[in-house]
């Protein structure tokens, strides 16, 4: 339906920053209200259709979304500007978690557990809890709204998913494919709008039940405030300032293959980026120097070419964000290795390009080096021994994702234990995950029960135990 302010608003090709790509409502209040009155009258026929009957819609839309991955990838691409590989790539993780998630509905709507008393059936049963409230950021829109919608659905919830501003194409076109698949009116509701308008009625309405929000920190610990002492559940995935650790020992090639694929995959713009690398004194030099020239063989440009290996950052507020962060380094007095301002010459002229950027020489109580500048600028800091790489590593109010680079199994399994993340790697990518496994960070990278993996249902249900006893 229309928006009660009849106003619209546009969305622009970052790459491209006078390119008009689509074009949405500008919700109101009473038109996020409208939404959530809608998907909670919505939800008792939904939360009682069987099991079986939601699996079977959902494989349906499976089978819709995953037969329009080109068109998925451009969109994607056009709006947010991250390279059409990269798009195709975020497309192929939202389709491989959608399947688990479906799979993992049949799987754990309910349970048997055995007795101690003879004729006693014990059941434990997970239950929906209501309208679920979906809040998505603009840097992976659609792998972020399938990881919050689909397990919110099969679980028997109505949901009402509000995207980031900058990246409304996506979402439209993921409720089109659920749409066509057949389900009911009313099970999902796209909101579009401001955050500063509509997200104080989406996060408090009494009538919300569940609430997951993935974002920066400052704006889910604001959300965790005003939710204090209410039933309703919250998930946050929040911000990281994550580690790569390389010893001594490691492959230099590959563990600087990881750092540039971390550090400048989506422009840089990824919860669980590389923004830290943190390298063994002995090797520092040696690392740094090939890290610089691989970091200057990145071509910038437009996502929509193929040969372009790093895209545009996402709109102008991002644009100046980081390169006032940039700026600030310099002043902190770290070294600039490469990089360190806008491209606007040539090809670069009319988007929101910013030079891959490699800063040494930092110490850890610089800005650059403590708070998310999430965009392509890599600190790269020196650790005397291991045991300071590990304390380099935790000193950070976020605990998101951390890898270390190394050939020494005693050392590996220090790191595992004692590195304050929710993801953890061993000679990978920092930004490596499967839907199998869970997806969430601690300290300020997230609150309440992560996404994904056999937590993805967990979040969206609640446990009924149940006590079984027929009469004689």
């Known amino acids: ?111 048997l557990r055995p007795s101690e008393l003879p004729g006693v059936t014990c059941l434990l049963r997970r239950e929906p809890l209501g309208v679920a409230a979906l809040i998505t950021p603009w840097n992976f829109p659609l792998n972020v709204a399938c990881r919050k919608l689909i397990p919110a659905l099969i679980a028997g919830n109505a949901c009402v998913l509000k995207p980031a501003d900058l990246t409304p194409m996506s979402a439209a076109l993921l409720f089109e494919s659920l749409h066509s698949a057949g389900l009911p009116p009313g099970v999902a509701n796209l909101v579009f709008g401001r955050g500063s308008v509509i997200g104080d009625t989406i996060v408090t309405h009494p009538a919300v039940k569940a609430l997951s929000f993935t974002g920066s920190t400052e704006v889910g610990l604001g959300i965790a405030k005003k939710l204090a002492g209410r039933d309703t559940k919250i998930q946050l995935e929040l911000g990281g300032k994550n580690p790569l650790v390389v010893l001594a020992d490691a492959d230099l090639d590959k563990a600087v293959e990881a750092a540039i694929i971390g550090g400048f995959g989506c422009s840089g713009q990824w919860c669980t980026s590389t923004s830290r690398v943190i390298v063994e004194a002995g090797i520092h030099d040696a690392f740094l120097s090939k890290l610089t020239a691989g970091v200057k063989a990145i071509v910038v440009g437009d996502g929509s070419d193929e040969t372009v290996k790093m895209g545009p950052v996402c709109g102008s507020q991002q644009y100046g964000t980081i390169l006032k962060f940039i700026e600030v380094g310099k002043q ?141």
Not at 398 to 415: I, V
């Open 1 to 111: 339906m229309d928006s009660a302010s009849g106003r619209r608003r546009q969305s622009f090709n970052p790459a491209r920053r006078e390119e008009l790509i689509c074009e949405t409502q500008d919700s109101t209040p009473a038109d996020a209200e409208a939404a959530i009155r809608i998907a909670a009258e919505a939800f008792p026929a939904w939360s009682a259709t069987p099991m079986p009957r939601r699996s079977a819609l959902l494989q349906e839309f499976l089978r819709n979304f995953g037969a329009r991955q080109d068109e998925f990838a451009r969109a994607i691409t056009r709006e947010n500007g991250k390279t059409l590989r990269e798009s195709r790539a975020e497309f192929s993780a939202a389709l491989k978690e959608a399947e688990f998630q479906v799979g993992q509905g049949r799987r754990t709507a309910g349970a």
């Open 332 to 472: 902190e007095g770290a070294h600039l290795a490469t990089g360190g301002g806008a491209l606007t010459e040539g090809r670069h002229a009319h988007g929101w390009f910013i030079a891959p950027t490699v800063f040494a020489e930092v110490a850890s109580e610089m800005v650059i080096a403590r708070e998310e500048i999430f965009g392509p600028v890599l600190v790269v800091l020196k650790a005397a021994d291991f045991d300071d790489a590990i304390r380099l590593a935790n000193d950070t109010p976020y605990g998101l994702a951390s890898s270390l680079y190394t050939r020494d199994l005693a050392k590996t399994q220090r790191f595992i234990a004692e590195s304050k993340v929710g993801l953890c790697h061993v000679n990978m990518p920092t930004a490596y995950k499967e839907p199998q496994l869970e997806f969430g960070g601690v300290k300020e990278s997230g609150r309440g029960n992560p996404e994904a993996g056999d937590s993805g249902i967990e979040f969206f249900t609640r446990h009924k135990a149940v006590y079984l006893k027929e009469q004689a």
